[in-house]
Nanobody, 118 residues
Framework: QVQLVESGGGLVQAGGSLRLSCAAS????????MGWYRQAPGKQRELVAT???????NLPDSVKGRFTISRDNAKNTVYLQMNSLKPEDTAVYYC????????????WGQGTQVTVSN
């Protein structure tokens, strides 16, 4: 089992920045990928960023150039640096982890609210 604990959400004005953290504990060696999804009210959960061991970060065009994902393997922590935030970035952000040889999400964090005001 793996436990994911997120921190760093909050309220920020448009154009501002936030950094989310997700600390993993438990069977860390089983984890290949970690990253973030987000879900806005009334919308489907969407993938925001992925960090894979030994691979390049993967982010969708909607956040590329504004968001950066990084990973500290020594601390078993993944970070999401969010710059130039827009009101449409408002959502609950969920950290996730995927095991080796898995196709889906195996573990979820509890979610952290990010609200961007005009």
């Amino acid at each position: 089992q793996v436990q994911l604990v997120e921190s760093g959400g909050g309220l920020v004005q448009a154009g501002g920045s936030l950094r989310l953290s997700c600390a993993a504990s438990g069977s860390i060696s089983s984890i290949n990928a970690m990253g973030w999804y987000r879900q806005a009210p009334g919308k489907q959960r969407e993938l925001v960023a992925t960090s894979t061991r030994g691979g390049s970060p993967n982010l969708p065009d909607s956040v590329k150039g504004r968001f950066t994902i990084s990973r500290d393997n020594a601390k078993n922590t993944v970070y999401l640096q969010m710059n130039s935030l827009k009101p449409e970035d408002t959502a609950v952000y969920y950290c996730y982890a995927r095991k080796y040889y898995s196709d889906g999400v195996d573990y979820w964090g509890q979610g952290t609210q990010v609200t961007v005001s005009n």
